[in-house]
């Protein structure tokens, strides 16, 4: 049962980063589309993203739902040495979606909006940065339990230049990923252009901000090209998601908007497989070596089999219904025009 | 500030802030949808106005309620991670299930919310059913897990070792049923009164009085009738209290020695130090009567506790007061709502009765809070009664009060927005739903 919780684990965090990572994309965007464009990029990504907006976020209660009941050392110690990122993470959560509900759901648009937009667009950007932060500190071994003093125990476990580029990169996948979701959305052919180039120039982004971490790492002593490349499915599984860039090219100039979604989906799967394949089962690296390990640090059997049945039977409910939900809004609008 | 009192209070605020978005988008849904039955079954276009109107307002409360809650999940262990690592694998199993209730909660809303002419009329009517159950179904989960906090069980506790884990029986502990009916009745008191108070001012200012009316009408029966329930969970609640925690109901009733045909006090002022209660109103043997149904019943009083596992009296007792002194209050205005629906139809048009509706706005909210604050701070100074202290559960991090400053600004500016968005909600109804105020439309 132990494994079928890691994989519900690590499943709701790949598709938070996929979906929700879509979705604070689509604030970092609008920080970044010229105002001329704004209110139709807008506009695109409020129908794609609207029906499904609060279920994309269910998917990080889900992970710490499972961490803090199947693996409550683990969610502790997270807690309390990266309580400072995770403030800040919390705070463009909190930010980000009521902004999102006042704008579209204020009944007067007015000079309202000015506050909301841009409170909008920078939690996008700040949640995601501290969500990447705070993957990088937990598995860069900079937790610290032995600290005595305030800055090494709580600050330094978590501000090193190899966590501020993964935030970075984080940053832009996410806006990546919104760039890819968005073409199959557009069905004006200009509007199809604009966002065809967008993508390929996030693309580039993405792997400036990739080479970025590596650089970080090389800085701070990380031996992450060992960690990633060091045994044969990291590797290959690196290797498989800049193949399929190349396929992805392709797709863009072709304009198969699955294909691409398709695409992006399996790179960002490659990348986490990659980044956490090599220290599984542990998670959580420390300073001090005592790693946390998903099996070691596990609850008892009788609390690992309930999380893993509620688990079970809660996805029978969830998957068919939000499937049902997307396959829904992909469907022409206005089929029952009488009711309004 | 002291690091533990911040702690406290950060997650006293955060909890206060979310129950109320947490009730709201556990009731409304059902308003929203018997308005919606009566349009899909009258094609009486006020009713359809009355059904947008309020899904906006839930888009808002559900958001509001749904990032203050991924707040709390992190905040359980960012303040209290010694009481999480021990407690989540046991309590865990409410919350598990919960995010189940959660997620189909949100699937259904995105359905209802974007639904109008995308899916047929009565699927996107079931919706915003399902949207009200698994709501209603994820707070009866949650308040198991406080319960647990108040009657644990489904472990056994061994040389500060929890042995023999069991998430189920964890779940169904004793209080479980008691305080998860009482706190789904008091979410329908609560929103049902406020909503009521706010479409009576609007009736009694005499603006689109059709659509205040009809709205008005669906919100009161909901909170008069669960209002008359209220003091009958009550009862169980205080029965179940006695039995468990007899230190939580002696403070409650700032009951200070043990006694058979024990008075129940109404009002007055604790002295803890004189263990007495001053200027208050006493009825001889009703608390025996309330506590174990009988009036010669014996009553624990705080003298049967040792003086480091007393609770607060004076906070639990006035905020005991509170809750049911506005409980009463609403009874009493639920009836004369009774009598004038089926005998004194003039008293409905009457401006008394809607300026008693209007000043009973707040008043289910607040009997909400105190309410909570009853159960929260009688449990002090366990966090898991009998078991751990609050204050070895706190984080180690020290600087606490900062985000607990930061914390309760965040909450102070979304309190107002809300109610910033509400107001203009409220107030562009005219413009935006009145359909009898649009004889544009043919
Ligand atoms: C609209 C709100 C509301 C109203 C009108 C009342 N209550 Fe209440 N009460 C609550 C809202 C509430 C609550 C906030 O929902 C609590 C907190 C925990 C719980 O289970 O419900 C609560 C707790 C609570 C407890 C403690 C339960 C525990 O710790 O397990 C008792 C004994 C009562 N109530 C009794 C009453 C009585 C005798 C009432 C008579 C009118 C009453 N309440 C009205
Ligand atoms: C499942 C639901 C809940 C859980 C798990 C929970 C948990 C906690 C925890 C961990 C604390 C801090 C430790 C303590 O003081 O004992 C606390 C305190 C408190 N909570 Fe709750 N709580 C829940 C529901 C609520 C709700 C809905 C409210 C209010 C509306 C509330 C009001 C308070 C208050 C006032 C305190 C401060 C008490 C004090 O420290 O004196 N709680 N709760
Ligand atoms: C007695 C106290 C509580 C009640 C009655 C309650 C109830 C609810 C309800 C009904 C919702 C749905 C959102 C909405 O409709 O607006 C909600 C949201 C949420 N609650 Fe609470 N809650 C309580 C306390 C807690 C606590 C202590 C936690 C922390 C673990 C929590 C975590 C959440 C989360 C994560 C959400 C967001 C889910 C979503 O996106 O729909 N709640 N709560």
Redesign the interface.
């Known amino acids: 049962m132990i494994y079928v919780v890691i994989v519900f684990l690590w499943t709701a965090i790949l598709l938070y980063i996929l979906l929700g990572g879509a979705d604070f994309g689509a604030g970092i965007i609008e920080l970044l589309t010229s105002k001329a464009n704004k209110s139709r990029t807008r506009k695109t990504m409020y129908n794609a993203i609207g029906p499904i907006w609060e279920a994309n976020h269910m998917w990080l209660i889900i992970a710490v739902v499972i961490l803090f009941v199947g693996f409550p050392k683990i969610y502790t110690t997270v807690s309390v040495y990266l309580h400072i990122p995770l403030v800040c993470m919390l705070l463009g959560i909190i930010a980000r979606g009521t902004a999102f509900v006042f704008r579209n759901y204020d009944a007067v648009k007015d000079d309202m909006q000015k506050i909301y937009t841009p409170i909008f667009v920078y939690s996008s950007l700040i949640t995601p940065f501290f969500l990447g932060i705070i993957a990088a500190s937990a598995v860069s071994g900079q937790i610290d339990p032995q600290a005595k003093d305030f800055l090494s125990a709580y600050v330094f476990s978590w501000l090193s230049w190899f966590s501020v580029a993964v935030g970075i990169f984080t940053v832009s996948i996410c806006g990546f990923l919104a760039t890819i979701f968005i073409i199959g959305q557009t069905h004006e052919p200009a509007d199809k252009a604009h966002f065809v180039g967008k993508a390929k120039r996030t693309i580039f982004i993405v792997m400036f901000c990739g080479a970025l971490v590596f650089v970080a790492a090389y800085f701070e002593n990380i031996p992450l090209g060992q960690w990633i490349f060091g045994d044969a499915p990291g590797l290959v599984a690196i290797i498989a998601a800049s193949l399929s860039l190349l396929v992805m090219f392709y797709a863009l100039n072709q304009d198969k908007p699955i294909l691409l979604r398709l695409l992006a989906g399996f790179q960002v799967t490659m990348i986490l497989f990659a980044a956490t394949y090599t220290h599984f089962p542990d998670i959580v690296l420390l300073k001090n070596g005592a790693n946390l390990s998903l099996l070691t640090h596990q609850g008892q059997v009788k609390t690992i089999e309930s999380l893993g049945y509620a688990l079970l039977i809660g996805s029978l409910f969830i998957l068919p219904a939000l499937v049902y939900l997307i396959y829904s809004f992909q469907k022409k609008k206005d089929a029952y025009p009488d009711h309004l | 500030m002291d690091d533990f009192l911040a702690a406290r209070l950060q997650m006293a605020f955060s909890l206060g802030f979310h129950i109320v978005f947490a009730c709201i988008g556990m009731v409304m849904p059902f308003f929203m949808t018997v308005a919606h039955f009566f349009w899909l079954r009258t094609k009486n276009v006020v009713y ?1 106005d009355v059904t947008k109107a309020w899904s ?1 307002g839930v ?2 409360f ?3 309620g ?6 709390l ?2 905040e ?3 303040l209290w ?2 009481f ?3 407690a ?3 309590f ?2 409410p ?6 209730a ?3 909660e ?6 209802y ?9 009565w699927f ?1 009517w079931a919706t915003g059913v399902v949207v009200g159950i698994s709501g209603l179904l994820s707070g009866i989960l949650v308040v198991a897990a406080n319960a647990w906090m108040n009657s644990p069980a489904g472990f056994d506790y061994v040389n500060g070792q929890y042995l023999n ?4 029986k964890a779940m169904f502990n004793e209080a479980w049923f008691s305080q998860s009916l009482h706190m789904c009745v008091a979410a329908f008191v609560s929103t049902g009164f406020a909503v009521a108070g706010v479409h009576a001012l609007m009736i009694y200012r005499g603006s689109n009085i059709a659509f205040h009316s009809k709205a008005f009408k669906i919100a009161a029966i909901f909170g008069t009738v669960a209002a008359c329930l209220q003091p009958l969970s009550g009862d169980i609640s205080a029965k179940d209290v006695a039995k468990r925690q007899p230190e939580k109901l002696a403070a409650m009733e700032a009951h200070f020695h043990t006694e058979r045909f024990a008075p129940l006090i109404i009002g007055g002022i604790p002295d803890t130090a004189n263990q007495t209660v001053n200027y208050a109103i006493k009825i001889p043997g009703l608390l025996s009567f309330m506590a174990t149904g009988d009036f010669n019943g014996e009553v624990k009083g705080l003298d049967q506790v040792p003086k480091q596992d007393q609770p607060p009296v004076a906070v639990t007792h006035y905020a005991f007061q509170i809750m049911v002194g506005l409980g009463m209050a609403m009874v009493l205005l639920a009836l004369l709502y009774f009598i004038a629906l089926w005998k004194k139809k003039q008293w409905l048009k009457s401006k008394w009765l809607l300026k008693l509706f209007i000043v009973a706005t707040p008043m289910g909210f607040i009997a909400l809070e105190a309410g909570w604050t009853v159960t929260e701070v009688g449990r002090q100074p366990w966090i898991i009664r009998g078991v751990m202290r609050t204050a070895e559960a706190v ?5 606490i009060a900062y ?1 607990f400053y ?1 914390f309760t600004a ?1 909450y102070i500016s ?1 309190s107002i ?1 809300v109610s ?2 509400l107001y ?2 409220i ?2 109804v005219g413009k ?1 739903y009145d359909s009898s105020a649009e004889p544009l439309k043919k």
């Open positions: 359809r906006k888009a808002i559900f958001a509001t749904a990032v203050s809650g991924t707040v999940s992190f359980l262990g960012l991670p010694k999480m690592e021990h989540g694998p046991i865990g199993m919350f598990s299930l919960e995010g189940t959660f997620f189909i949100a699937i259904a809303l995105g359905f919310l974007y639904g109008w002419n995308r899916i047929h009329p996107h884990i069991d998430p189920i984080t180690p991090m020290p600087g985000s930061l965040v979304l927005i910033l968005l203009r909600q107030t562009m935006l």
